[in-house]
T-cell receptor, first 114, second 111 residues
Framework: DSGVTQTPKHLITATGQRVTLRCSPR?????VYWYQQSLDQGLQFLIQ???????AKGNILERFSAQQFPDLHSELNLSSLELGDSALYFC?????????????FGPGTRLTVL | QQPVQSPQAVILREGEDAVINCSSS?????VHWYRQKHGEAPVFLMI?????EQKGHDKISASFNEKKQQSSLYLTASQLSYSGTYFC????????????FGTGTRLTIIP
């Protein structure tokens, strides 16, 4: 158990809908990262937050947005969902801002868009 | 740019050795290695900094060749528990604040 929690574990929804994925980092970790992992694909970095502020962006679609709240939990919002958005979404956290830090991954949220 | 991992997949018998490579076309500051078992989250193995430092973790070790921008992960006397997909993540500069992961190498250990 990495100490990072993600809810829900599974999510099944229809095209065009909007969902929110939630992540609670390890106690004391200020950085939160979101990744998307499609079937048999690698980990695609989406976005990073540090202490409530956006720090880095990857290949995140405009339909997706995220935020980190004062209690450091983070939410990833996915809207106008398409079939291709079906994937495993991981959240990871690390203690500090940057530089040679291991990331602790949560168990993931499996999103299925029908 | 996504680092390239090789091989894409490998099957070994218990006790055999394996080498997984991770190459980048860009200069790197660090390389991170993670292992992901099927249906689970990636788990951190080790970080290597530029300078060619080699690290070890039980019977798993890794090296980083700064000149070639290549890292290799060595698994010796493989155990069944080593099965999984191995990902390298590369960091372009200190403070770059994001890892770019390779497509992974699927390792299967059979008895």
């Amino acid at each position: 158990d990495s100490g990072v929690t993600q809810t829900p574990k599974h999510l099944i929804t229809a095209t065009g809908q909007r969902v929110t994925l939630r992540c609670s980092p390890r106690s004391g970790d200020l950085s939160v990262y979101w990744y998307q992992q499609s079937l048999d694909q690698g980990l695609q970095f989406l976005i990073q937050y540090y202490n409530g502020e956006e720090r880095a962006k990857g290949n995140i679609l405009e339909r997706f947005s995220a935020q980190q709240f004062p209690d450091l939990h983070s939410e990833l919002n996915l809207s106008s969902l398409e079939l291709g958005d079906s994937a495993l979404y991981f959240c990871a956290s690390s203690p500090r801002l940057a530089g040679v830090l291991e990331q602790f991954f949560g168990p993931g949220t499996r999103l299925t868009v029908l | 740019q996504q680092p390239v991992q090789s091989p894409q997949a490998v099957i070994l018998r218990e006790g055999e050795d394996a080498v997984i490579n991770c190459s980048s076309s860009k200069a790197l500051y660090s390389v991170h290695w993670y292992r992901q078992k099927h249906g689970e989250a990636p788990v951190f193995l080790m970080i290597l900094l530029k300078g060619g430092e080699q690290k070890g973790h039980d019977k798993i070790s890794a090296s980083f060749n700064e000149k070639k921008q290549q890292s290799s992960l060595y698994l010796t006397a493989s155990q069944l528990s080593y099965s999984g997909t191995y990902f390298c993540g590369t960091e372009r500069a200190f403070g770059n604040e994001k890892l770019t992961f390779g497509t992974g190498t699927r390792l299967t250990i059979i008895p």
